[in-house]
T-cell receptor
Framework: NAGVTQTPKFRVLKTGQSMTLLCAQD?????MYWYRQDPGMGLRLIHY???????AKGEVPDGYNVSRLKKQNFLLGLESAAPSQTSVYFC??????????????FGAGTRLSVL | QQQVKQSPQSLIVQKGGISIINCAYE??????FPWYQQFPGKGPALLIA?????SEKKEGRFTISFNKSAKQFSLHIMVSQPGDSATYFC????????????FGIGTKLQVIP
């Protein structure tokens, strides 16, 4: 039972480089989310998706893009990385129905450093 | 705009003591209040949750107290253990439709022997 899987676990980028963070969930959840976690800031929502082919902006979307081409996958892209994007990124998923309704299931995170 | 205010940001408790973390919210439309626990190097995981129609929910050593009129809720960890050392996030959301969750800033708990 994998749950939510994020790749890679660690990455170091130079300013201006691009990369894509991958998130996969095997729970058939409709909703998926990308958060960033910074000291003293808690978890801040970057983008989210309420279903395959749909995406929407969260609290801190600038500098990021996302895609949800398949229900089980949610990709977060950084087109031109900046040092301010150094953070730990978490993907999460949830279902709008059933006993697990309202519970967000998180991946183990991707630690990104931008030099 | 911090819609869920959490305190303290860090907490040190002796083994066997009670750990208390407090949260306050502003949006009266919130109707689901979960607490997430995060161990170092891991993602947050749901610990316990409460709805505003009850004032208290207990699961083992973990208890949520909820005060709807004051718009406050708190997590109590009884007989705290070193294995409880983690970061705890309170959160609030509205059920139905898209479930945007607003998290508190987190409390880093350290339980010392």
């Amino acid at each position: 039972n994998a749950g939510v899987t994020q790749t890679p676990k660690f990455r170091v980028l130079k300013t201006g480089q691009s990369m894509t963070l991958l998130c996969a969930q095997d729970m058939n959840h409709e909703y998926m989310y990308w958060y960033r976690q910074d000291p003293g800031m808690g978890l801040r929502l970057i983008h989210y998706s309420v279903g395959e082919g749909t995406t929407a902006k969260g609290e801190v979307p600038d500098g990021y893009n996302v895609s949800r081409l398949k229900k089980q996958n949610f990709l977060l892209g950084l087109e031109s990385a900046a040092p301010s994007q150094t953070s730990v990124y978490f993907c999460a998923s949830s279902s709008p129905t059933g006993r697990a309704k309202n519970i967000q299931y998180f991946g183990a995170g991707t630690r990104l450093s931008v030099l | 705009q911090q819609q869920v205010k959490q305190s303290p940001q860090s907490l040190i408790v002796q083994k066997g003591g009670i750990s208390i973390i407090n949260c306050a919210y502003e949006n009266t439309a919130f109707d689901y209040f979960p607490w997430y626990q995060q161990f170092p190097g891991k993602g947050p995981a749901l610990l316990i949750a409460i709805r505003p129609d009850v004032s208290e929910k207990k699961e083992g050593r973990f208890t949520i107290s909820f005060n709807k009129s004051a718009k406050q809720f708190s997590l109590h960890i009884m007989v705290s253990q070193p294995g409880d050392s983690a970061t705890y996030f309170c959160a609030a959301s509205r059920t139905g439709g898209y479930q945007k969750v607003t998290f508190g800033i987190g409390t880093k708990l350290q339980v010392i022997p």
